[in-house]
C-alpha cells in the first residue's frame, strides 16, 4: 500500500493536481525547497524534508535529500525481517511513492551564453540518487521520473491502493534511462571544456523526434533522433512550411543535399537524388544556379531534393512548379514564391535559415556491434594545388576544378565529376571501377563534354581514365596524386595536352 509519498520536481507541471489526489486517498506527502513551497501555496498538507531528517536543508539547497531518513525508507526490502527491524530501531518510516525530476541540466547548457559555473550550479546530486534508490527496490517502491505518468500511477492507487509490479518494472527501467542520459549529457557537456578526440569509452545520447511511417524500405519500422545539443545547419532545425513528414529517405537525401551546399558560398542549388548530387549550378544569381542544376540532369532531378542557399523568389519558384519535387529547402521563401510551391499539394517545403553553417562533430557509422567513429570531412584540399602537367590550367578551368572538387567529395566512391562553367554535366558516383564511373559520367551528361573538367575522388590506379577523359574532350583534370602509377597518368594528359592539378587530399565516401 502506498502511505507516504516523497515529492521533489524541478518541472512542476501537474504536480499540485497530482499532489492533491493523493492526499484525498490518504497518502501523506513529505516535500523539499520550491516544490515543498508550491504545495503549501495551494492549500496542500506536506511535510518538509527537515521534519524527516531533523537537519536543515543547508548549501544554498545543495543538501537536502542525502540522509539515512530518506534513503533507508526507500531501500528497504519489506519482506526482510530484518530491514524492517532495523528500520524500527533507527526510528525509520517508509517511503512508498517517490516522485522526482531533476535540475535542468539540458535545458541551461542549450541556453545561449550558458558559463561553466550555471552548468555545474544545475547538475543534480540528491535527485538521482532518490530515483536511483526507489528504481533499485521497485519491488517495494513506485518511482515517478515523467510528469506523462501521474495519471496512470493515480489510477492504479485509486483501484488497489497500490501499483502493480508490472508497472513499477517499467517506471523503475524509465528511471536509469532518464539518468543514464542525464549523466552522458554532463559527461559530454565537460567533455568539450577539455576535448577528448576518441575517448576510451564513448557514451552518446539522443531524443526522439519522431516515430516514421517505415524505413528505406516499408517493411522496415525506423525512428529519427537528435543530439542533444546546440547544432546549427543541420536539418534537426528546419522549419516546415508546407507539405507531408519527411521520410526516412527523405531525410537522408536531404541532409546529402545540405552537407554538398555547405561547400558553396555563391548563389548555389543542389539536386539530389539518393543522397547523391545529380545537379549542381553555381550562379551569379539563385535563378541562374537553379537553371544550371536544372539542365545538368533534367531527368534525375525528377522527384529528387532542390537545396539553395539563397532565398527562393517567385522566378525560382514558377521554374521548380513546372517538375515534380519531393522537397525544397532554403534559407528563406519571398512570400509569394512561397504561395506558388504550395500549389503542389505533396511537395515538402523546409526553412533552415543557417542553411550553411557547418558542423565539426563526428562521423559515425554503425557495423554489427561496434561504431566507427571519424572527424567530419570538412576540409576540401590539404595544401596548394599542385600542377603535375606541361599544360597549366587557364583561371576558368581552375575555378570549374576546384566547383566539381566541391561536388565530387559529396558522391559515393568510387566518383566522377564533370563539369562547366560552373555546372555539373555529368556524376558518375558508386561503380566498383573508377573508369566504370567516368564512362557513366560522360554517357549520360546531358550535354557535350567539349571543353569541360574532371574531378576524381581518388587517384587513377592506371592511366586509361585520363585517355577516356581526353576522348570525351575534358581538357583539366583534379584529383589527389598518390598512386605508384601517378607518372602514367601524367604522361597521358601531357600527350592529350591536359591540364592536371594535385590536390594531395582525397574523399572516399562510402
Known amino acids: 500500500m502506498i502511505k507516504r509519498a516523497l515529492i521533489s520536481v524541478s518541472n512542476k507541471e501537474g504536480i499540485v493536481e497530482f499532489a492533491r489526489e493523493l492526499v484525498k486517498m490518504g497518502v501523506q506527502i513529505i516535500s523539499t525547497g520550491g516544490t515543498y513551497k508550491k504545495l ?111 495519471e496512470k500511477v493515480l489510477s492504479h492507487i485509486k483501484d488497489n491502493g497500490d501499483t502493480n509490479s508490472d508497472l513499477r518494472y517499467t517506471l523503475a527501467k524509465k528511471v536509469f534511462c532518464h539518468t543514464s542520459k542525464y549523466d552522458t549529457l554532463i559527461n559530454n557537456y565537460l567533455s568539450n571544456d577539455v576535448p577528448q578526440e576518441f575517448p576510451d569509452d564513448l557514451t552518446l545520447t539522443y531524443e526522439k523526434i519522431e516515430d516514421l511511417r517505415y524505413g528505406e524500405n516499408p517493411h522496415q519500422k525506423a525512428a529519427f533522433y537528435k543530439e542533444i545539443t546546440k547544432t546549427k545547419g543541420s536539418l534537426i532545425n528546419a522549419i516546415k512550411l508546407h507539405g507531408k513528414d519527411l521520410s526516412f529517405n527523405n531525410i537522408n537525401d536531404t ?24 545537379g549542381v549550378g553555381e550562379g551569379y544569381d539563385i535563378y541562374d544556379a537553379y537553371i544550371k542544376a536544372y539542365e545538368a540532369d533534367p531527368k534525375s532531378i525528377f522527384g529528387g531534393i532542390i537545396a539553395a542557399n539563397r532565398t527562393i523568389d517567385i522566378k525560382v519558384a514558377k521554374e521548380i512548379n513546372k517538375i515534380f519535387v519531393e522537397i525544397v529547402i532554403a534559407p528563406d521563401y519571398d512570400e509569394d514564391a512561397l504561395e506558388i510551391l504550395k500549389q503542389k499539394k505533396n511537395i515538402r517545403i523546409l526553412k533552415l535559415k543557417d542553411i550553411t553553417d557547418k558542423d565539426n562533430g563526428l562521423d559515425i557509422k554503425r557495423v554489427t556491434g561496434g561504431l566507427l567513429v571519424q572527424d567530419k570531412d570538412n576540409k576540401l584540399i590539404n595544401e596548394d594545388l599542385k600542377v603535375v602537367t606541361e599544360r597549366i590550367p587557364t583561371e576558368n578551368e ?89 607518372q602514367e597518368s601524367i604522361d597521358m594528359a601531357n600527350k592529350y595536352g591536359i591540364a592536371m592539378v594535385f590536390t594531395s587530399m582525397r574523399h572516399f565516401k562510402h
Not at 81 to 108: A, G, W
Not at 255 to 278: M, Q, R, S, W
Not at 443 to 450: D, I
Request: hydrophobic share 40%.
Open 40 to 150: 503549501e501555496e495551494n492549500s496542500i498538507e506536506v511535510i518538509s524534508i527537515d521534519e524527516i531528517t531533523k537537519f536543515p536543508e543547508c548549501l544554498d539547497g545543495r543538501l537536502k535529500t542525502l540522509h539515512p531518513m530518506v534513503h533507508g525508507g526507500i531501500l528497504a526490502i519489506r519482506d526482510n525481517n530484518d530491514h524492517m527491524e532495523q528500520l524500527s530501531n533507527l526510528q525509520i518510516e517508509t517511503i512508498d511513492l517517490v516522485v522526482v525530476n531533476l535540475y535542468p541540466f539540458k535545458e541551461t547548457i542549450l541556453k545561449e551564453n550558458t558559463t561553466i559555473e550555471d552548468a555545474i550550479e544545475n547538475i543534480d546530486i540528491g535527485g538521482p540518487t532518490m530515483l536511483r534508490s526507489a528504481a533499485k527496490n521497485y519491488r517495494d517502491v513506485t518511482v515517478i521520473v515523467d510528469p506523462k505518468d501521474y
Open 255 to 278: 541532409n546529402g543535399a545540405i552537407e554538398t551546399l555547405k561547400e558553396f558560398d555563391n548563389p548555389t542549388v543542389i539536386a539530389v537524388k539518393h543522397t547523391n548530387p545529380c
Open 398 to 486: 581552375m575555378n570549374d576544378m576546384i566547383f566539381s572538387w566541391k561536388v565530387c567529395k559529396h558522391i559515393k566512391s568510387n566518383g566522377i565529376v564533370i563539369a562547366k562553367d560552373e555546372q555539373t554535366l555529368g556524376v558518375g558516383p558508386g561503380q566498383v571501377s573508377r573508369i566504370w564511373s567516368l564512362e557513366n559520367a560522360i554517357r549520360y551528361s546531358n550535354q557535350s563534354t567539349k571543353g569541360a573538367v574532371m574531378a576524381s575522388d581518388a587517384f587513377f590506379p592506371f592511366s586509361d581514365s585520363v585517355e577516356t577523359a581526353a576522348k570525351a574532350g575534358i581538357t583539366a583534370i583534379i584529383q589527389p596524386g598518390g598512386s605508384i602509377k601517378d
